[in-house]
């Protein structure tokens, strides 16, 4: 294909921020106000066929960077995130690529402060231990030396057994609700199991499991 002349540059009427590009008098395709002019575009610009793909490249990016915005609205993501976001909609790897490097030079795309984010979050809402916090950040596409880094700032042996204690305590709050009683033994057990579901280690599930069924203060009263 040899030169192309652009020969009209028209409003759409439903979508006001974009344009339609007519080459030789046939529409050929529509761009975002911010590509027109990010490529001086104009009535009677010949363009080779490279320039239609430089173009065409740019508003997919263009395109791609929008949904995402919409798609990062809703509430933080991770990198990894966007990145199967944007692959479900079928944009290439290099479009995935030039949006997530733009969004972490713009700050807004940081999965350490993300993850940061997700414990403080999931944390408050039901306390859990550092096995089932890793998954939730694994799930979310957290690599895995941040996860590290995060996971050291958030538990402590003392303060991952506060938190067993506590919600074991949400838990025999729940039980004693129940018309089911069970004997010491299965009130134990069932402790025991809840506790390891919620991802703490055996030994602080026992030892929480021991302070609530053993009648000593919770380290949560303690600091009241």
């Not at 294909?1 to 529409?27: C, Y």
């Not at 479009?95 to 414990?119: G, P, Q, Y």
Request: glycine fraction near 4%; charge should be positive.
């Amino acid at each position: 294909m040899g030169v192309m002349r652009i020969t009209k540059i028209e409003g759409q009427k439903k979508h006001p921020s974009r344009k339609s590009i007519f080459i030789d008098g046939t529409f050929a395709f529509g761009v975002s106000v911010d590509v027109l002019l990010k490529f001086n575009l104009y009535v009677g610009e010949e363009l080779e066929q490279s320039d239609t793909e430089k173009i065409l490249h740019a508003e997919n990016v263009e395109t791609a960077k929008q949904k995402v915005m919409r798609f990062l609205s809703i509430r933080p993501r991770s990198k990894k995130e966007i990145r199967d976001y944007l692959f479900r909609k079928e944009y290439a790897g290099d479009i995935a690529d030039t949006i997530v490097a733009k969004l972490e030079s713009l700050r807004m795309v940081d999965d350490e402060a993300f993850a940061r984010m997700v414990c403080r979050d999931s944390l408050l809402k039901k306390p859990m231990g550092e096995k089932m916090l890793r998954q939730v950040l694994f799930k979310k596409g957290v690599p895995k030396p941040i996860i590290d880094s995060v996971m050291v700032e958030f538990f402590t042996s003392s303060s991952e057994l506060a938190m067993a204690v506590k919600a074991a305590e949400r838990q025999q709050v729940r039980v004693k609700r129940s018309s089911k009683s069970v004997d010491e033994v299965h009130a134990k057990k069932k402790l025991l199991d809840y506790l390891v579901r919620r991802g703490f280690s055996f030994d602080t599930a026992l030892s929480a499991t021991k302070k609530i069924l053993s009648g000593n203060p919770s380290p949560w009263e303690k600091e009241r």
